[in-house]
């Protein structure tokens, strides 16, 4: 099947074929996972899909190995961190009022401190 809803390159695909430096903690031949540059909790990393799916409002049946392996991911990278016990925070932000930043389909793991509430009830500025 054709790949659909694929994006030209980003800047997480030239994180994932190296062509930019990061803190890369895993890799295989779906997802590519990475330490966040501006870490919001002690624990932040990236969970992406190798394939440049520019957000979750353009995930297709054909992502679905892709959409599983991140989590799976996330839950040995979790483990590997030590914070697997203690808990964690998985989040998937989508498109403008997600705030999504970066077009490139990503989850991002935060732990290592109890991360507070899912969202402030008053919404920030
Ligand atoms: P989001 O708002 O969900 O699109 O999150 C984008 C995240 O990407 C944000 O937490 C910062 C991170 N980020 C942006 N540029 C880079 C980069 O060049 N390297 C790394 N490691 N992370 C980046």
Known sequence: MRS???ATETLFSKIISK????DMLYQDELVTAFRDISPARPTHILIVPNEP???SADVNPEH????G?????????AEDEGI???G???IINCGEHGRQEVPHLH??????EDVGPMLMRNKPA
């Open 88 to 90: 964690y925070r998985l």
């Open 69 to 77: 392996r991140m989590h799976t991911v996330a839950r040995k990278l």
């Open 107 to 112: 989850m991002h793991l935060l732990g290592g």
């Open 53 to 55: 799916i520019p957000s």
């Open 84 to 86: 697997a016990a203690d």
């Open 19 to 22: 062509e930019l430096p990061s």
């Open 64 to 67: 679905e190995a892709a959409m």
């Open 4 to 6: 659909s809803n694929v």
